[in-house]
């Protein structure tokens, strides 16, 4: 709606009043009205044009805007709703199998490879180790002995001496042990009394409580190897033919080898480990550490060992050990605070070379027990 100016309308109105009063000329108050008359359509044209012109501006800009929002809101949300179905898809698998029979599908990835395979935990009671009669293993105790059988040839003068040492050491002996049958003879009594003491000590070690059944992990292996298959069909189709595994002693087994398909091989994230990446990574320097992975795969290594009877794993990430060392410094750095403040200075002082040389090692001794399976 056009309006005039508040000042426009008053001076119209002092025109007419001075019209009425004075003596004015015909022409001058024709003029006058003429002027009046021809401002008003004046400003009803600028305030219409004005008006006019400016609704079709907004509405054209205001179409353009909403039209261009809306492209890029409905390319953001189709970008948002790709990703959510990549997360659903992940999340949609049903898992009821695995959770009513305990076990769980894991992804490894090795130097050789990416492979699928099954774990589970239960009680070190409830369990039969893996046979590993089958492995070759370095016996140092069978070249201490080798070492003490060999023989050392001396000459003449050196045996005569050897043998007047011995008649002085038997003379010596002779002599200590008579000293040592007169010390019995008085300390009998004494020992009748300790005798007492030792069958009260036995009596209450027998008392004490045996240790606590703990629970252990237990994966889809054979004889020392762990079965490792490239695809999850593979996996599936080994199971299913009733191959000789470990995991045959648990008792929800049959459930699974009746129930298992290959769509419900997607382990979880927590259940994929990437080895094939930590020797690289630690070759970067501290700077350059993923936290999460290195103490993924020290999980994992620590799992295979246990199941699969690796000593010298075990040895490598027990308590005190230089890579335990390492990984109590991730897990400290990954607390974040004081704690992970502290747990970063520590990761400083841990070698880089001796950090990758070591888990070079380890995974060089999983990779040797891996049994591939297409």
Known sequence: ????????????????????????????????????????????????????????????????????????????????????????????????????????????????????????????????????????EEDLFAERSAEDDEVVILDEEFLAGVEEDEREDLQVARERRRARSKADESDESEEDEDGEADEAEETAEADEPEEEPEEVPIFLSHRGKLLLFRTPEGLVSYVRSGGPHDLAQLDSWAGVAEGIQPELIAPTDEDSYELDLVVENLRGGHDTWDTTLLIEAGEISRDLAYALRLVAVLDALAPGSPLDDLDEALRAAAGGGIGGFRGRRRLKKIGAQTATLGWRTIIGKISAVVDWRD
Not at 43 to 67: K, L
Not at 90 to 99: F, G, H, M, T
Not at 116 to 130: E, F, G, I, S
Request: hydrophobic share 30%; no cysteine; aromatic share 2%.
């Open 1 to 136: 709606m056009a309006r005039t100016s508040p000042g426009r309308r008053n001076d119209g109105k002092s025109s007419a009043k001075r019209a009425e009063t004075t003596d004015v000329d015909a022409d001058e108050v024709t003029a006058a009205g003429a002027t009046d008359a021809g401002d008003a359509p004046d400003a009803g044209d600028a305030t219409g044009s004005t008006d006019s012109g400016d609704a079709p501006d907004a509405g054209d800009a205001t179409g353009s805007t909403d039209s261009g929002d809306a492209t890029d809101a409905g390319d953001a949300t189709d970008a948002t709703d790709d990703d959510a179905t990549d997360a659903g898809a992940a999340e949609d698998v049903d898992r009821s199998l695995w959770e009513s029979a305990g076990i769980e599908p894991v992804e490894i990835a090795l130097p050789a490879g990416v492979g699928y395979t099954l774990r589970a935990y239960r009680l070190d009671t409830d369990l039969t180790p893996t046979d590993i009669s089958d492995r070759d």
